[in-house]
C-alpha cells in the first residue's frame, strides 16, 4: 500500500530539548497503526511535526510525496484530520454543530454548510454511531458518547490521513472497544489511521501495525508478536508480559 506519510531521519524538539531523533517510518493508505511506548517517548512530539504545530529540526516529512513544507495551512487542514489527546468539548452545543466545525478546513470564511457538507456531516455522524447523540448537547453526554461525538468531527474532514491521540483513554472496556473498531472501519475505507496507546492489548488486537518508541527513536516496527516481543516489552516498558489464554482481556461488546 502506497505511504500517505514518511519520515526520513527526522529530529525535533522544543527550545533546544532533541525529542525525537533519527526516526525513519512510513504509514500507509488503508493501515491501522499503533504508535506504543513510554511516557515521554516522543509520541506525541512526532504527531506534532505532522501537524506542522512544530517544526523538525533535521531531517523530511512527506505527505503523499510532497514535503511537508510545501503544503499551505488550508490544504493541509484537509489532508490530516487530528483528535487530539484529552478532547475536551463541555460547553453548551449541539453534537451537530460541533461535529460541523470539521468542515471549516472545506469553507470559506463565514460561509454557511453547502449540500456536500451536510452530507459529511452526516455520514460521519452514522459511521460513528452518533446520529442519535446530533441534536443534544456535547457537555450533557457521556464520556464514551463524546468520544464518538470527537471522532466524527475528525471524520468529517475526510482526510486521507488520521491521527488519533490516545483516544482510548479514560474510556470503558466497552467504549474503548467500540472505538478501536471504528477506527478500523475508517482504514478499511482506505484512510492511513495513526493511533498512540498506552493499552498493549488493545494495540495487539487491533493494529494492523505497531511501532514502538523509546527515547524519542523507534526500537520496533511490525506485527504483535514481532514489534511487541519479550525483548522489546523489556527494553522500552521494563516489564515482562504473560500470554496465556486466561488473562482477561476485553474481546468484544456483548
Known amino acids: 500500500m502506497s505511504a500517505v506519510l514518511t519520515f526520513e531521519e527526522v529530529?525535533?524538539?522544543?527550545?533546544?530539548?532533541?525529542?525525537?531523533?533519527d526516526?525513519?517510518?512510513?504509514f500507509a493508505a488503508g493501515?491501522?497503526?499503533g504508535l506504543v511506548g513510554p511516557n515521554g517517548?516522543?509520541?506525541?512530539?512526532?504527531?506534532?511535526?505532522?501537524?506542522r504545530l512544530i517544526e523538525a529540526d533535521s531531517g523530511d516529512v512527506r505527505l503523499m510525496t510532497r514535503s511537508?513544507?510545501?503544503?499551505?495551512?488550508?490544504?493541509?487542514?484537509?489532508?490530516?484530520?487530528?483528535?487530539?489527546?484529552?478532547?475536551?468539548?463541555?460547553?453548551?452545543v449541539e453534537a451537530r454543530r460541533l461535529v460541523a466545525l470539521g468542515r471549516l478546513p472545506h469553507r470559506g470564511r463565514f460561509a454557511p454548510l453547502s449540500e456536500l457538507d451536510e452530507r459529511a456531516i452526516e455520514d460521519a455522524l452514522m459511521r460513528c454511531d452518533a446520529i442519535q447523540l446530533?441534536?443534544?448537547?456535547?457537555?450533557?453526554?457521556?464520556?464514551?458518547?463524546?468520544?464518538?461525538?470527537?471522532?466524527?468531527r475528525a471524520l468529517t474532514v475526510q482526510a486521507p490521513m488520521l491521527l488519533a491521540d490516545e483516544?482510548?483513554?479514560?474510556?470503558?472496556?466497552?467504549?474503548?472497544?467500540?472505538l478501536m473498531e471504528l477506527l478500523r472501519m475508517e482504514a478499511r475505507r482506505g484512510t492511513a489511521v495513526i493511533v498512540t496507546l498506552h493499552d498493549l492489548s488493545l494495540a495487539s488486537r487491533y493494529c494492523d501495525r505497531i511501532v514502538v518508541m523509546d527515547t524519542g527513536r523507534v526500537i520496533a516496527d511490525g506485527d504483535a508478536s514481532s514489534a511487541?516481543?519479550?525483548?522489546?516489552?523489556?527494553?522500552?516498558?521494563?516489564?515482562?508480559?504473560?500470554r496465556i489464554e486466561s488473562a482477561v482481556v476485553p474481546w468484544e461488546r456483548a
Do not use: C
Not at 529530529?11 to 531523533?21: C, D, F
Not at 511537508?68 to 460547553?91: F, N
Not at 483516544?167 to 467500540?178: I, K, V
Open 134 to 152: 446530533a441534536e443534544r448537547r456535547v457537555d450533557a453526554l457521556s464520556a464514551g458518547e463524546r468520544a464518538r461525538v470527537l471522532l466524527a
Open 228 to 242: 511487541l516481543s519479550d525483548q522489546v516489552l523489556n527494553s522500552a516498558f521494563a516489564i515482562r508480559a504473560r
Open 11 to 21: 529530529a525535533a524538539g522544543y527550545r533546544g530539548r532533541t525529542v525525537l531523533r
Open 41 to 51: 517517548a516522543g509520541k506525541t512530539t512526532l504527531f506534532r511535526v505532522a501537524l
Open 31 to 33: 493501515t491501522v497503526t
Open 68 to 92: 511537508l513544507a510545501g503544503w499551505s495551512a488550508p490544504a493541509l487542514a484537509r489532508a490530516l484530520a487530528y483528535l487530539p489527546q484529552e478532547a475536551e468539548a463541555h460547553w453548551p
Open 167 to 178: 483516544p482510548a483513554a479514560h474510556l470503558d472496556p466497552a467504549h474503548q472497544l467500540r
Open 23 to 26: 526516526i525513519t517510518v512510513s
